[in-house]
């Protein structure tokens, strides 16, 4: 798995199991197998016919130019008939159009064919991220994540259109083409190879080069996307401490590292090739040197002569540019390989086929000899163990990294135990699915979350089939009613870019909003009140309040001020319980939690 991880977040430009991944990718495409097939064919007429019309047009010049030699030598004038060349030129002309026909169908098909096994996949993707634990993101940048599905298809849909037809034709025009050279000349074959073969041996090494080279102006561009990025998100910060040219300074370093490879690159693209054609075109003019000497001697006849340099040019081009696209179908099955190494991840433990989730939520849960650990060799939590009673207030408390959060992320079933069980209502949660699991809480978090939408459709994000008057009745419990009617567009005011265009603390009200309008049996709160003002703070905690009557609750707190009235108290330190009880039992304890507490009040 390490390696797979660490395969994912590399930037790889080869397959490291091609065979195993092509295997794969061909199975994949099974579901466009008719399409692929009339592709294929169309690939193998459009070769065929593109190979028989440089074979035909000899024979009609052939035809053209011995009766205007015998018409020179009777002084007649010169005439082309139905029979005598006219029907020759009109299948010569209908057999180019049959493979420009086949051309432009396999084009097309592919194309579609493309574009239909990368949504194929993208979907398969994009279902996969659902069923992924949360490790797999806590151990993966979303940077990383967004490129396979964007960049890596992207990439693999590109060589499909292009590289593969190309390459399918390339093999068989090469072949074909070559097979008939040697009917004509076996002489003037062996020069033609010569010369290709040299361009062949130049464009590999070029074409290696020119891939690391494309390598790092692809590392250097996203440095710099990166920094132009965090120069974006955190221009307030800059401009606070004066940063503006530490960012710029380094911002232009990183442009000029671009720029700087990205010249390498070009070079070796726009400059090297034609370099390489050059070669190509050396060769030509030995070609033509050595069949002019045989046409005039009447080794070869004109039709011959312009049919050999018709598949000197078919297959030229090709065997010069083959290194290019093996390269560029090598670095597209990379990429495919990171969307199967990612579908690949391994899944959430499958829920349960029918959930044990009682119908009448009454709100208990219990924590019996829990362990659990991010990694399988390093326990965070070891013995933990613990009862809500319905309807109680527990609030959790302890320093940074003491696993406050981690105990919510079990609650939910964002992680699975390693051991031990956790009992809703006297029910194990992992007998539950989650989507019922978690259907039974309410969350507010300390960073507030908003989508792009309406603000009415944020605070319905629980509820989508809310009435607009719940939503209103919802934003009014929260508080956040009379900031909503400020605004230009009340309830339907656009967020976007963040919801920059309202305060952090608004922002925190409407996922109160959203909490209320679910009214869920159990609520999770994350220092909810943390941002906002303390008279909003107030108002918020008297709707919270009455929110949290009846219902139980679990409250992370810094602010020990905010949880002396909670009916258990859970002072955390290295993933484990070491103190429980309340507020006044802690402080008659003498341990941990009055030691916090009167810190905070000293």
């Known amino acids: 798995m390490d390696r797979e991880q660490d395969y994912l977040e590399e930037e790889v430009f080869e397959a490291k199991e091609a065979g195993k991944t092509l295997r794969r990718f061909l199975r994949s495409m099974g579901r466009q197998r008719v399409r692929l097939a009339i592709v294929l064919f169309s690939v193998a007429a459009y070769t065929v016919f593109n190979i028989l019309a440089p074979l035909y047009s000899a024979s009609v010049v052939d035809l053209i130019w011995n009766r205007i030699r015998r018409l020179r030598e009777t002084g007649r004038s010169f005439a082309i008939t139905w029979e005598d060349g006219g029907k020759q030129i009109v299948l010569l002309l209908l057999i180019y159009a049959a493979a420009s026909g086949f051309y432009t169908l396999q084009n097309f098909l592919m194309a579609s064919f493309a574009e239909r096994l990368s949504l194929q996949l993208r979907s398969e993707v994009s279902e996969k991220l659902h069923r992924l634990p949360l490790s797999f993101y806590d151990r993966h940048q979303p940077g990383i994540i967004m490129s396979c599905i964007t960049n890596d298809l992207d990439k693999m849909s590109e060589a499909l259109q292009t590289g593969m037809i190309r390459l399918f034709v390339a093999v068989g025009v090469v072949t074909g083409s070559i097979i008939m050279m040697l009917r004509f000349s076996v002489v003037l074959t062996a020069v033609f190879l010569g010369f290709a073969g040299i361009s062949l041996l130049l464009t590999q090494v070029v074409s290696k080069r020119t891939l690391r080279c494309a390598s790092r102006r692809q590392n250097a561009l996203g440095k710099l996307n990166g920094l132009v990025e965090e120069s974006y998100s955190g221009r307030t910060v800059i401009q606070a401490f ?339 009880g309340s507020h006044r039992e802690l402080l008659q304890a003498d341990g941990a939690y009055a030691e916090l507490y009167n810190s905070q009040f000293a």
């Open 242 to 580: 004066n940063y503006e040219q530490q960012s710029s300074e380094r911002i232009w370093r990183a442009a000029e590292d671009l720029a700087r490879a990205s010249e390498k690159t070009d070079f070796l693209i726009n400059a090297v090739n034609p370099g390489i054609r050059m070669v190509n075109r050396c060769g030509m003019v030995s070609i033509a040197i050595l069949g002019g000497g045989m046409l005039i001697s009447g080794g070869m006849s004109p039709g011959v002569f312009q049919a050999f340099f018709q598949y000197v040019n078919q297959a030229g081009e090709p065997i010069t540019e083959l290194s290019y696209m093996i390269n560029a179908m090598q670095s597209a099955l990379a990429s495919v390989e990171r969307v199967y190494t990612l579908l690949d991840e391994e899944e959430m433990t499958p829920d349960a086929e029918r959930s044990s989730l009682p119908d009448d939520i009454q709100g208990s849960i219990s924590f019996s000899h829990v362990r659990f650990g991010y990694t399988p060799g390093k326990m965070l939590m070891k013995d933990v163990s613990f009862t809500a009673k319905p309807g109680q207030k527990i609030a959790i408390v302890g320093s940074t990294g003491a696993g406050k959060t981690t105990l919510v992320n079990l609650l939910m079933r964002f992680y699975e135990v390693n051991g031990g069980s956790i009992l809703l209502d006297g029910r194990n949660t992992s007998d539950m699915t989650r989507a019922s699991l978690r259907s039974c809480f309410g969350m507010v978090l300390q960073d507030a979350w908003l989508f792009e939408g309406t603000i009415a459709e944020n605070i319905a994000y629980g509820k989508p089939d809310a009435t607009r008057g719940q939503i209103i009745a919802a934003a009014k419990a929260a508080r956040a009613d009379f900031f909503i009617r400020t605004l230009p567009h009340g309830y339907d005011t656009m967020l976007a870019n963040d919801a920059e265009n309202i305060s952090i603390g608004q922002r925190q009200l409407l996922t109160i909003a959203r909490v209320f309008l679910c009214d869920p049996a159990i609520l999770i709160l994350d220092e909810a009140t943390s941002s906002v003002d303390t008279r909003t703070e107030m108002e918020i905690g008297k709707a919270m309040k009455a929110l949290m009557k009846g219902r139980t609750s679990f409250v992370i707190a810094h602010r020990l001020s905010t949880i002396v009235d909670a009916d258990l108290i859970l002072v955390m330190q290295n993933g484990t319980i070491i103190e429980q």
